[in-house]
């Protein structure tokens, strides 16, 4: 992947830092939102496993206050995370003014190794 597809590709896929981390709120757990892109989110593993086979309805809560009612299916886990596609996706607009938001607050992250 060349640097120019890594950079539009991170525009799409917000990463949290910890004290920034949203909720998925669900029926069976509330997960710490790590990673969030438009149709999917990497989520915390908490011994409460989404269902692969069912959509399981959640809220996405952000720091900001904003709720956003969706649904999560797991597609796979890999280590002690959760990645699940999102019944309703995560606006662009919703996206980028989160990342605005952290930007403003944080800074730009250094790249991970540095």
């Known amino acids: 992947m060349s640097d120019s597809e890594a950079n539009r590709r991170s525009l799409f896929r917000l990463r949290f830092p910890l004290a920034e981390q949203p909720l998925l709120v669900t029926e069976l757990e509330d997960y710490k939102v790590i990673e969030l892109a438009e149709k999917s989110a990497r989520l915390k593993a908490n011994g409460t496993t989404l269902c692969a086979d069912n959509w399981t309805p959640g809220v996405l809560k952000l720091k ?46 250094t790249p991970q190794g540095q």
């Open 64 to 109: 900001t206050g904003l709720e956003i009612p969706t649904t999560a299916k797991l597609s796979r886990i890999e280590d002690d995370h959760l990645i699940v596609f999102l019944g309703q996706n995560i606006t662009q607009k919703v996206i980028i003014s989160e990342q605005r938001r952290l930007l403003a607050k944080y800074g730009k992250p």
